[in-house]
């Protein structure tokens, strides 16, 4: 009797995530999904295993930096590994930029997270738009085409 009265309810405890330990964000834009894996280094970022520069092209680059020149000395303090499958190359871009901006504001806290916010809502959250399924009749052309009727 007295060993149940000395178990007592615990507390539960949050699962704090470490700062050295390895994290991991997805991004998803139209088909493509973008897995990025942070862990503590020099700020090398790789896209399918190449450098950022070479992965992508020029606009495509440019848009995946914004995430990166908004986080500041945090971009810095981490190697990040981005796997990207999917969806074409402005997709791909998109969903890459989605992760690292999740990345970084898990790590950057409420204020990164606003900033993000402030600038370009779609870094942080998902954009649910996708493209309409076609209808039957001339399903091959596209959702809403119908034939070209003649007015004479």
Same mark, same amino acid.
């Given at each position: 009797?007295p060993?149940a009265a000395?178990?007592?309810?615990?507390?539960?405890k949050?699962s704090?995530?470490?700062?050295?330990r390895?994290?991991?964000t997805?991004g998803?834009?139209?088909?493509a999904?973008a897995? *990025?894996?942070? $862990?503590?280094?020099?700020? #090398?970022?790789?896209?399918?295993? @190449?450098?950022?520069?070479? +992965?992508? %092209?020029r606009?495509?680059v440019?848009r995946?930096t914004?995430?990166?020149?908004?986080?500041?000395d945090?971009?810095?303090?981490y190697?990040?590994d981005?796997?990207?499958k999917?969806?074409?190359?402005?997709g791909?871009?998109?969903?890459c930029?989605v *992760?690292l901006a $999740?990345?970084?504001?898990? #790590?950057?806290g409420d204020?990164? @997270?606003k900033?993000?916010? +402030?600038? %370009?809502?779609n870094?942080?959250?998902?954009?649910?738009r996708?493209?309409?399924?076609?209808?039957?009749p001339?399903?091959?052309?596209?959702?809403?085409?119908?034939?070209?009727?003649?007015?004479?």
């Open positions: 009797m060993e000395a178990k007592e309810p615990q507390a539960k949050k704090v995530q470490k700062k050295d390895p994290f991991f997805v998803k834009r139209k088909r999904v897995k *990025a894996s942070f $862990k503590k280094g020099s700020g #090398v970022i790789r896209i399918n295993s @190449k450098p950022l520069e070479i +992965a992508l %092209d606009m495509s440019m995946v914004e995430a990166i020149e908004m986080a500041g945090i971009a810095k303090a190697d990040i981005i796997m990207v999917g969806g074409g190359c402005s791909q871009s998109e969903a930029r *992760a $999740k990345g970084f504001a898990e #790590v950057g204020a990164l @997270k900033a993000y916010m +402030a600038f %370009d809502r870094m942080l959250v998902y954009d649910p996708r493209i309409e399924p076609s209808k039957p001339r399903s091959s052309k596209g959702a809403r085409r119908h034939k070209q009727r003649s007015k004479r």
